[in-house]
């Protein structure tokens, strides 16, 4: 099995994928593919109809298939990089499909991210990743709670999947705050030379969000309800709800920093 070189980008949906995702396609040396639904979706779903994939999905006719898609995109780039949230369910069968693959792991707030999840999640509708418990939060659960307990379960699952693994952990807020400091960070662990598109591509990522730059394709999941992406959830959230997800999210904010 011939290495290939690649980069899987992944993270919670509305964690700052695709920017993240276009910030290193501005590389000329990269080929970048936005969320390969198609050719994943060949290894099937998981449990309870989830994105959550194991190795033991990783069948030989699975990787095979697999590898010589991503190895037909590469045409002349040094580097595959593809960004897709339904894979931060799927850190073992990526390692078994990639073993090679750098992984590059964006998180950001939960109590953002469960604000932003809101149009996609938090009604009738479940049209982000879907965590094994996905159908139980869609019965049970509704609004901005099902929206925090979702990016829970799945923050916690890409974690312990992660414990063990060679990756490079990237936050929202620093590429947000920083992006011309972060960018540099992501070429050397990319083993990519400078190149002045990446950095040019930075000053693009800005906090206040009037008249700023929004990542491809997200234009559908964004709502004018907030003047800054960094603590959003301060400006949709009342106080009630603010105290509620904070008490749930509180143990996995505290590992990650965030409180």
């Not at 999905?57 to 045409?75: C, L, N, S, Y």
């Not at 916690?156 to 540099?184: C, F, G, K, N």
Request: aromatic letters at 8%; glycine letters at 6%; charged letters at 25%.
């Amino acid at each position: 099995m011939n290495d290939l070189n690649i980069a899987l980008l992944i993270g919670c949906a509305r964690s700052g994928t695709s920017i993240l995702g276009e910030l290193i396609a501005a590389h000329s040396e990269t080929k970048y593919i936005f969320e390969a639904q198609a050719i994943w979706q060949f290894a099937g779903l998981g449990v309870n109809d989830s994105h959550r994939l194991t190795a033991e999905h990783a069948t030989a006719e699975i990787k095979t298939h697999i590898r010589e898609w991503f190895r037909a995109q590469r045409g002349e780039a040094t580097l595959v990089v593809e960004k897709n949230p339904r894979n931060v369910l799927r850190i073992p069968f990526l390692r078994e499909v990639f073993p090679e693959a750098k992984l590059i792991h964006i998180v950001r707030d939960g109590r953002d991210v469960a604000c932003s999840l809101m149009p996609g999640i938090g009604g009738d509708q479940w049209r982000h990743l879907k965590p094994p418990s996905w159908q139980k939060l869609l019965a049970e659960q509704t609004g901005i709670i099902r929206c925090a307990l979702a990016w829970k379960e799945i923050l916690e699952t890409a974690l312990d999947d992660l414990s063990t693994i060679p990756h490079l952990q990237i936050r929202y807020e620093q590429l947000v705050i920083q992006p011309q400091e972060e960018a540099p960070k992501l070429l050397r662990y990319l083993h990519l030379p400078e190149d002045a598109a990446v950095i040019e591509f930075g000053k693009k990522i800005q906090d206040a969000t009037l008249g700023s730059y929004h990542a491809q394709h997200q234009k559908r999941w964004y709502r004018e309800d907030h003047a800054f992406r960094i603590g959003r959830w301060r400006e949709n959230l009342p106080t009630q709800e603010q105290d509620a997800i904070g008490k749930i999210l509180h143990p996995l904010l505290h590992r990650l920093g965030y409180v």
